[in-house]
C-alpha cells in the first residue's frame, strides 16, 4: 500500500482552507478586522430564530393584475381594428365589443378580414392571449399557462423589487424567499421595529403624472375622462408614466425642504420633455399609489429627463420616497398577512441551548468510538471533528442562513456521519479474523461497505434536496445542514479516513487490528 502524496495534500488543503473560512463566524467584528486578509470572510448568517429579528409574510395581489389584464385586452382590440391611417393601416368593421372577468369578444362584421383580425391582435399580445373564433365572433382570454406564467413573473419581480427595497436600508443577511403561489416570506435578522420596513415594502410605489383638468376646477363638473383626486381634478389619461424613471435621489429646495429628484430614461425624458412643453404656465398632478404629491405649475419646458418632486417631506421621507422609486414600482399590491418580532435575548437562549445539545451529542459519540473501537475510534472521531468544519465552511461559502432547524440538523449528523465508520471498522474486524494483513483488511474492509454507505446516504441525500427544494422556514433550514453533513460526511469517511487508516497502517508500529 502506498499513500498518494497528492491526495494528501489535497485533504490537507481543504481541510485548512476551511478552517480558514469558519474561524471569522467565531470571532468578535473587531477581531476579525485583525486577521490576514486571506481569512476576513463573512460570518455564516444566523436566522431569525438564532439572531432575532422580524418576520413578515407578504401576499401579493396577483389576481388584480390578472383582471387588470383582462381589461386591457379590451382597449388593445379597439386601437387594432380601429387601424391607423398615418401608417395606411386600414379599419377592420367590428361590433359587439363586450368583456367579462374572464375573457373578452368582438364580433367582426367582414367574415373576410378575420384572418387579418386575428393577426394584428396575436400580435399586439404578443401570443400571450389565447384566441377563439366561433363564425365570426372572436374570443380573447389568457389561457391557464399564460395565467401561471404571469403570477409567477409577478411574484419574481416582486420579490426582487422588495430585495432591492431591503438592500438599501442596510439590513444584513435578509433573508426574502417566496411561499406558495401568492406569498413572500420576508426575515430581517437584527431588526427590532418591522414599521419602517412594512412601510417601504409595502407601497406599491406606482407613480404616474396627470393633467390637472383646469376647466373642472374651475365649473365643479367633472367629465368621463377626469377624476376628483385628494380635492384636485386630474385628467384620468397618464401623461408620463413612473415606469421610465431610472433613478431617484434625495434633494433639497430653494427653501432648503427635503425633496426628491427624478430621472427618466431616453423615453420618458422624450414624453416628459413633450409633456413640459405643450402645457407651460399649466399644472400637473404627480401621483404615487392614487395620492397626489403635489400639482405644481410648469414653469417652462424640462427637456433633460430630470425633475424635481416636492410635496412637504421630512427627510426620512423623502429617503424612502427616492428608495421605492429607484427600486422600482411593485407590479401588484402586497399586504401584510403575518407579522412577529423575534427578541435577541430568544435567539441567543436558543444558540445556547442549540450548542449544549449538539456538543453534548459530538462527546458521546466522540466517547463511545474510542471506548469501542480504540485507536480506530480516534481517527473516526478526527474524521468526525472535520465533518462538522466542512459543514460549517460550506454555510459560510454559499451564504446559506444557519438556524435552529439547522442545529438539529448537525445534531442529527454527528450521529449519521459514524455510522459509515461502524461499517467500516466492522468488515475490517472481519477480516482481520479470517488472518488478513492490516493493509489487506483496510482494503477490504472499504471495498465492502462502499455500496452500503453509498446506498444509505444518497437516499438520504435525496430526502434532503427534496426537503431543500420544496420545503420552507424550519424545513428549509434542517435541509440545508441535512444536506451539507451528508456530502462533507462522504468525503471524510470515505477520502479522509482512508488516508488516515493508509498511513497508520504504513508508517505506524500496527501490525494488526484490535478485534
Known amino acids: 500500500m502506498k499513500v498518494s502524496k497528492f491526495r494528501l495534500f489535497s485533504i490537507l488543503a481543504v481541510v485548512l482552507i476551511s478552517i480558514a473560512i469558519v474561524v471569522p463566524t467565531f470571532l468578535s467584528e473587531e477581531q476579525r478586522e485583525k486577521l490576514p486578509s486571506f481569512m476576513q470572510a463573512s460570518p455564516i448568517a444566523l436566522g431569525l430564530d438564532l439572531k432575532g429579528g422580524a418576520y413578515i409574510l407578504l401576499e401579493a395581489d396577483v389576481n388584480s393584475v390578472i383582471k387588470e389584464k383582462n381589461a386591457q385586452i379590451k382597449d388593445i382590440i379597439r386601437k387594432e381594428l380601429r387601424g391607423d391611417k398615418e401608417n395606411n393601416v386600414a379599419m377592420i368593421p367590428y361590433a359587439n365589443l363586450t368583456g367579462t372577468s374572464s375573457f373578452t369578444s368582438v364580433v367582426i362584421k367582414d367574415d373576410s378580414k378575420i384572418a387579418e383580425a386575428r393577426k394584428r391582435l396575436n400580435k399586439a399580445t404578443m401570443g400571450e392571449v389565447a384566441i377563439e373564433t366561433e363564425g365570426n365572433k372572436l374570443k380573447l382570454y389568457y389561457s391557464d399557462a399564460s395565467i401561471k406564467k404571469i403570477?409567477?413573473?409577478?411574484?419574481?419581480?416582486?420579490?426582487?423589487?422588495?430585495?432591492?427595497?431591503?438592500?438599501?436600508?442596510?439590513?444584513?443577511?435578509?433573508?426574502?424567499?417566496?411561499?406558495?403561489?401568492?406569498?413572500?416570506?420576508?426575515?430581517?435578522?437584527?431588526?427590532?421595529?418591522?414599521?419602517?420596513?412594512?412601510?417601504?415594502?409595502?407601497?406599491?410605489?406606482?407613480?404616474?403624472?396627470h393633467m390637472v383638468d383646469e376647466d373642472a376646477m374651475q365649473t365643479g363638473k367633472v367629465g368621463v375622462d377626469s377624476e376628483v383626486m385628494d380635492g384636485i381634478v386630474i385628467k384620468k389619461k397618464v401623461s408620463v408614466s413612473g415606469e421610465n424613471l431610472t433613478d431617484s435621489k434625495v434633494a433639497y429646495d430653494q427653501n432648503g425642504r427635503p425633496?426628491?429628484?427624478?430621472?427618466?430614461?431616453?423615453?420618458?425624458?422624450?414624453?416628459?420633455?413633450?409633456?413640459?412643453?405643450?402645457?407651460?404656465?399649466?399644472?400637473?398632478?404627480?401621483?404615487?399609489?392614487?395620492?397626489?404629491?403635489?400639482?405644481?405649475?410648469?414653469?417652462?419646458?424640462?427637456?433633460?429627463?430630470?425633475?424635481?418632486?416636492?410635496?412637504?417631506?421630512?427627510?426620512?421621507?423623502?429617503?424612502?420616497?427616492?428608495?421605492?422609486?429607484?427600486?422600482?414600482?411593485?407590479?401588484?399590491?402586497?399586504?401584510?398577512?403575518?407579522?412577529?418580532?423575534?427578541?435577541?435575548?430568544?435567539?441567543?437562549?436558543?444558540?445556547?441551548?442549540?450548542?449544549?445539545?449538539?456538543?453534548?451529542?459530538?462527546a458521546l459519540v466522540l466517547i463511545f468510538m474510542v471506548a469501542t473501537y480504540g485507536k480506530l475510534g480516534v481517527f473516526s472521531d478526527i474524521v468526525l471533528v472535520l465533518n462538522i468544519i466542512l459543514i460549517f465552511a460550506g454555510l459560510a461559502i454559499t451564504g446559506a442562513t444557519l438556524t435552529l432547524p439547522g442545529i438539529a440538523g448537525i445534531a442529527l449528523n454527528i450521529g449519521m456521519a459514524v455510522d459509515a465508520n461502524i461499517l467500516i471498522f466492522e468488515r475490517m474486524r472481519e477480516e482481520a479474523r479470517h488472518g488478513l494483513s492490516t493493509i489487506k483488511a483496510i482494503e477490504d474492509g472499504f471495498s465492502d461497505a462502499f455500496?452500503?454507505?453509498?446506498?444509505?446516504?444518497?437516499?438520504?441525500?435525496?430526502?434532503?434536496?427534496?426537503?431543500?427544494?420544496?420545503?420552507?422556514?424550519?424545513?428549509?433550514?434542517?435541509?440545508?445542514?441535512?444536506?451539507?453533513?451528508?456530502?462533507?460526511?462522504?468525503?471524510?469517511?470515505i477520502t479522509c479516513l482512508k488516508c488516515i487508516l493508509e498511513l497508520w497502517a504504513t508508517t505506524g508500529k500496527q501490525k494488526k487490528i484490535d478485534l
Open 451 to 493: 455500496s452500503a454507505i453509498m446506498d444509505s446516504n444518497i437516499t438520504t441525500l435525496a430526502s434532503g434536496l427534496i426537503m431543500f427544494q420544496y420545503g420552507t422556514g424550519p424545513v428549509k433550514g434542517f435541509a440545508v445542514t441535512l444536506t451539507m453533513g451528508i456530502i462533507a460526511s462522504l468525503f471524510t469517511n
Open 151 to 209: 403570477k409567477s413573473d409577478i411574484l419574481n419581480s416582486s420579490i426582487e423589487i422588495v430585495r432591492r427595497r431591503v438592500d438599501s436600508l442596510g439590513n444584513k443577511e435578509p433573508s426574502i424567499q417566496k411561499q406558495g403561489d401568492n406569498r413572500i416570506m420576508v426575515q430581517l435578522p437584527g431588526v427590532d421595529n418591522p414599521d419602517r420596513v412594512k412601510e417601504l415594502i409595502g407601497k406599491t410605489a406606482k407613480m404616474t403624472f
Open 259 to 362: 425633496a426628491v429628484t427624478t430621472t427618466f430614461n431616453p423615453i420618458g425624458a422624450r414624453a416628459f420633455a413633450k409633456l413640459t412643453s405643450e402645457n407651460v404656465d399649466k399644472r400637473f398632478a404627480i401621483v404615487l399609489d392614487g395620492k397626489v404629491l403635489s400639482a405644481p405649475v410648469i414653469q417652462e419646458p424640462i427637456t433633460g429627463g430630470y425633475g424635481q418632486i416636492t410635496g412637504g417631506f421630512t427627510t426620512e421621507q423623502a429617503n424612502d420616497l427616492s428608495t421605492m422609486l429607484r427600486s422600482g414600482a411593485l407590479p401588484c399590491e402586497l399586504s401584510v398577512v403575518e407579522e412577529r418580532t423575534v427578541g435577541a435575548g430568544l435567539g441567543a437562549d436558543s444558540i445556547s441551548k442549540g450548542s449544549f445539545a449538539s456538543i453534548l451529542g459530538l
